[in-house]
């Protein structure tokens, strides 16, 4: 039985085009950029040939791309950077609850330090209300950090809208945009962004790449000192070979984005739709409308999440749950509760996201599956009796 | 997502597949109802009880994989002890029956343990009671 992948938010396969492109950079072009020889040379050029395709594909120059070992490393460059470069400015920070812990814990560590943190409230869908940013903003305001999507509801936020508040404001504008960057356009000057994190393993590139970009005229300090790698602002010797990784990806990203995402919209619409008929006392997580082309996350009364991916895994699938039984804390998903899920009902939840391998028959067979699992688990539940 | 399931052994994983004694049972001589649906986990166990022996086991889990099995294995355990062996059955016993849990599973052990003494002080208000009718 051939498993079906659907955790593609988790991370992507490496295409073969990219492990292809990426091989000869560990052997025969090994060199350091740094070096001045042609070993170093020819690595150079890599480099910056990648640097211009992450560029070309969000609108931006490329001297504005720094790379870095991932989305986590961009996100913590982002808001550590801004944040101590501007403290004379001042020590306010404006986030929003549904972040990736990427972001909430940098803003928890700033928060125990000089900065205090406001941490907007989403609507049920996973919305940030643009007027809540502005209401939010005060003279010592100096970063606002607003994901471009959510990677769990998958809910795409009004960045463009806060761009603009933000710039008014002539406050520094982050977004996490890992879960969009090579599945819908992204332009950093249309969404009025100054920092814009980027993940290779998203968009089927390599595990420890990544790239922040940084709006030219932006003040941050780095994160890593040393070397003067990356213009000194990121010192450390290039991943060549995985920078010239997300250079592929996010090439072959671009010549694809509008057609894949159209296709995955589809396959997308035909499982919540399947879900809704199939099993009752469902609900779909995020919204309705504005929703990554790949997103599926719904709520199964009475079930947990755990089980359910344990007994999907079983027959093959692969999906994954914001119930905390799947994890070390006991809290389940902050982003299902900051939609104003109760607790139950994140337990419950499961989020199925799609990727290039997966087709209808895909999606056919997690309908067939899906219910009988969810039957059994059911005969298993008491809070089913308790609901009659 | 974490690895906590890659920690699953196949005994355990085998009762996960297969739970034992599921379902409720028609007037139990005892019941025990444990854990809220906020943490993600609820067990009720029933007990039938002839002449001080446990008869029949049954249970009903909403839970991960770790709760379900653990279900099982009480109920399994229980079944054939008198009262006095089974008040003695401990959740580390039933974490060695299903050959081991992840550290983060612990505490689905403690909640079957809590279960079936829930069911047997339910069963054993109800022989004080009667004996005093």
Same mark, same amino acid.
């Given at each position: 039985m051939r498993s079906i992948y659907l955790d593609h938010a988790a991370t992507t396969p490496t295409r073969s085009e990219v492990v292809k492109s990426m091989l000869p950079y560990f052997t025969d072009a090994f060199g350091n950029p740094s070096s001045i020889h042609s070993y170093g040379q020819e690595a150079k050029g890599a480099v910056e040939e990648? $640097?211009?395709?992450?560029?070309?594909? *969000?609108?931006?120059?490329?001297?504005?791309?720094? =790379?870095?070992?991932?989305g986590t490393e961009a996100d913590n460059f982002a808001l550590k950077g801004v944040a101590y470069a501007n403290e004379h400015k001042g020590n306010h920070v404006i986030t929003t609850t549904i972040e990736h812990h990427a972001v909430l814990e940098v803003c928890k560590f700033l928060g125990r330090r000089d900065f205090k943190i406001t941490r907007l409230p989403v609507d049920?869908?996973?919305?940030?209300? &643009?007027?809540?940013? $502005?209401?939010?903003?005060?003279?010592?305001?100096?970063? *606002?950090?607003?994901?471009?999507?959510?990677?769990?509801?998958?809910?795409?936020?009004?960045?463009?809208?806060?761009?603009? *508040?933000?710039?008014?404001?002539?406050?520094? =504008?982050?977004?996490?945009?890992?879960?969009?960057?090579?599945?819908? &356009?992204?332009?950093?000057?249309?969404?009025?962004?100054?920092?814009?994190?980027?993940?290779?393993?998203?968009?089927?590139? &390599?595990?420890?790449?990544?790239?922040?970009?940084?709006?030219?005229?932006?003040?941050?300090?780095?994160?890593?000192?040393?070397?003067?790698?990356?213009? $000194?602002?990121?010192?450390?010797?290039?991943?060549? &070979?995985?920078?010239?990784?997300?250079?592929?990806?996010?090439?072959?990203?671009?010549?694809?984005?509008?057609?894949?995402?159209?296709?995955?919209?589809?396959?997308r619409d035909k499982l919540i739709e399947g879900l809704g008929e199939k099993i009752d006392h469902t609900r779909l997580n995020g919204h309705p409308?504005?929703?990554?082309?790949?997103?599926?996350?719904v709520s199964i009364d009475f079930v947990e999440g755990e089980s359910l991916l344990l007994n999907l895994d079983l027959e093959g699938i692969c999906a994954s749950t914001g119930s905390a039984c799947s994890s070390a804390s006991p809290e389940p998903s902050h982003v299902l509760l900051a939609l104003g899920l109760p607790t139950e009902q994140a337990h419950g939840s499961l989020r199925f996201t799609l990727g290039r391998e997966n087709t209808e028959a895909d999606v056919e067979r997690v309908l067939g599956v899906l219910p009988g699992i969810v039957a059994r688990l059911r005969a298993m539940s008491?809070?089913?009796?308790?609901?009659? | 997502m974490s690895d906590i399931w890659s920690l699953y052994n196949e005994k355990l994983m085998e009762h996960f597949k297969n739970p034992r004694n599921v379902g409720e049972m028609e007037n139990p001589? !005892?019941? !025990?109802?444990?854990?809220?649906?906020?943490?993600?986990?609820?067990?009720?166990?029933?007990?039938?009880?002839?002449?001080?022996?446990?008869?029949d086991a049954k249970f009903k889990t909403f839970g991960c994989a770790a709760a379900i099995a653990?279900?099982?294995?009480?109920?399994?355990?229980?079944? !054939?002890?008198?009262?006095?062996?089974?008040?003695?059955?401990?959740?580390?016993?039933?974490?060695?029956?299903?050959? !081991?849990?992840?550290?983060?599973?612990?505490?689905?052990?403690?909640?079957?343990?809590?279960?079936?003494?829930?069911?047997?002080?339910?069963?054993?208000?109800?022989?004080?009671?009667?004996?005093?009718?």
């Open positions: 990648a $640097r211009t395709k992450v560029a070309e594909l *969000i609108g931006a120059r490329s001297e504005e791309i720094v =790379f870095t070992s991932g049920k869908y996973g919305l940030v209300d &643009p007027d809540d940013v $502005r209401k939010a903003i005060t003279d010592k305001t100096i970063l *606002i950090s607003v994901m471009h999507a959510n990677n769990e509801v998958g809910t795409i936020e009004p960045v463009e809208e806060i761009g603009r *508040i933000a710039r008014a404001a002539g406050v520094y =504008f982050h977004s996490d945009a890992v879960q969009t960057v090579g599945h819908i &356009p992204v332009n950093v000057d249309k969404l009025k962004v100054d920092l814009l994190s980027i993940s290779a393993h998203k968009l089927y590139g &390599p595990k420890g790449a990544g790239a922040l970009y940084v709006r030219k005229g932006t003040k941050l300090v780095s994160l890593m000192h040393g070397g003067e790698q990356e213009k $000194r602002r990121r010192a450390g010797t290039e991943n060549v &070979p995985a920078i010239v990784g997300l250079g592929k990806a996010v090439e072959l990203a671009g010549q694809e984005i509008g057609k894949e995402a159209e296709r995955l919209a589809y396959l409308t504005r929703r990554l082309p790949n997103n599926v996350n008491p809070l089913l009796k308790t609901q009659k | 001589d !005892g019941m !025990g109802r444990v854990g809220n649906p906020v943490c993600g986990d609820i067990m009720e166990l029933y007990i039938k009880v002839n002449d001080g022996t446990i008869v653990t279900s099982s294995m009480v109920t399994e355990m229980v079944k !054939g002890k008198s009262i006095e062996e089974a008040l003695k059955i401990s959740n580390k016993a039933v974490v060695e029956a299903l050959d !081991g849990l992840p550290p983060a599973k612990v505490h689905c052990s403690v909640m079957a343990e809590d279960a079936l003494k829930a069911a047997i002080e339910d069963y054993l208000e109800h022989q004080k009671l009667k004996r005093q009718i």
